[in-house]
Nanobody
Framework: QVQLVESGGGLVQPGGSLRLSCTAS????????MGWYRQASGKQRVVVAT???????SYTDSARGRFTISRDNAKNTVYLQMHSLRPEDTAVYYCNANADIPDSTNTWPSYWGQGTQVTVSS
């Protein structure tokens, strides 16, 4: 069972920056797509950015140009650098790991972190 632990959330003023971290308990980046999702109060959880095992990245329109997803394989850690934060970025941010290939039982493991709160407010 892979454990994902997020950190780095907090309160920031509009226009400010934060860097979220997600550390995995195992070295999984070569076989998993790592993603950052967020869930605002009363809304569904939605994807923000992903990084494939190949290293390719993708972003939602709201994140592109302001957020950067990256990973440090040696530290088993994925980051989400966020700039120009807006009040509408306020949410609980979750780290996710989705297998890119099935395991020995032909299932596609997926793991979630516990989430970290980001609040953008003056």
């Amino acid at each position: 069972q892979v454990q994902l632990v997020e950190s780095g959330g907090g309160l920031v003023q509009p226009g400010g920056s934060l860097r979220l971290s997600c550390t995995a308990s195992e070295n999984i980046f070569s076989a998993y797509t790592m993603g950052w999702y967020r869930q605002a109060s009363g809304k569904q959880r939605v994807v923000v950015a992903t990084i494939h095992s190949s290293g390719s990245t993708s972003y939602t329109d709201s994140a592109r140009g302001r957020f950067t997803i990256s990973r440090d394989n040696a530290k088993n850690t994925v980051y989400l650098q966020m700039h120009s934060l807006r009040p509408e970025d306020t949410a609980v941010y979750y780290c996710n790991a989705n297998a890119d290939i099935p395991d020995s039982t032909n299932t596609w493991p997926s793991y979630w972190g516990q989430g970290t709160q980001v609040t953008v407010s003056s």
